[in-house]
T-cell receptor
């Protein structure tokens, strides 16, 4: 089945630094999504991307849908302690009545105050 | 109001038992899902279900079965629990076609002893 390669697997950064993570796939997706998971909680949607080449921001977060539709990246600027968590990319192909959301393996972000 | 709610939050049980996890969504979504998150935090889809179609991931043992009494509920029933079933299980829902991604519950941590 489809698989997403997400990197890096983990990051340890200083508060205030910028962060970048990316996701690649061997096949194309109609939609790319980025989720964040806090400890003990479910994934929460951060950004959704619908068109190849699309660049979207949500506060300090910026994400792009790759031109080839096989990749996406997420940038976090000026990181703060509450950015700590696991970030997942997800690719979605939808058709008919149901979509099929495939997740990357996650990037664990640690922020040192 | 919680959009997607799961109960229980934690479940500890012995091998061989049968258990159920309940899920309810108040978003009016057409489709519901169950995901399994393993110890490495990898999220893998188990089932997707709407009132017309059940799609089962072929890797899911037949000891696992989804049961939907109505559109707003999708419960997960597990027979003859095994040690390897220990994981966090997430319920999710989406509108028809899942164009905007999924909304996740906060998870049920299942521990089989």
């Amino acid at each position: 089945g489809q698989q997403l390669n997400q990197s890096p697997q983990s990051m340890f950064i200083q508060e205030g630094e910028d962060v970048s993570m990316n996701c690649t796939s061997s096949s194309i997706f109609n939609t790319w999504l980025w989720y964040k998971q806090d400890p003990g909680e479910g994934p929460v949607l951060l950004i959704a991307l619908y068109k190849a080449g699309e660049l979207t921001s949500n506060g300090r977060l910026t994400a792009q849908f790759g031109i080839t539709r096989k990749d996406s990246f997420l940038n976090i600027s000026a990181s703060i302690p509450s950015d700590v968590g696991i970030y997942f990319c997800a690719g979605l192909n939808y058709g008919g009545s149901q979509g099929n959301l495939i997740f990357g393996k996650g990037t664990k972000l640690s922020v040192k105050p | 109001d919680t959009a997607v709610s799961q109960t229980p939050k934690y479940l500890v049980t012995q091998m061989g038992n049968d258990k159920s996890i309940k899920c309810e969504q108040n978003l009016g979504h057409d489709t519901m899902y169950w995901y399994k998150q393993d110890s490495k935090k990898f999220l893998k889809i188990m089932f997707s279900y709407n009132n017309k179609e059940l799609i089962i991931n072929e890797t899911v043992p037949n000891r696992f079965s989804p049961k939907s009494p109505d559109k707003a509920h999708l419960n997960l029933h597990i027979n003859s629990l095994e040690l390897g079933d220990s994981a966090v299980y997430f319920c999710a829902s989406s509108p028809r076609g899942a164009t905007y991604g999924y909304t996740f519950g906060s998870g049920t941590r299942l521990t089989v002893v």
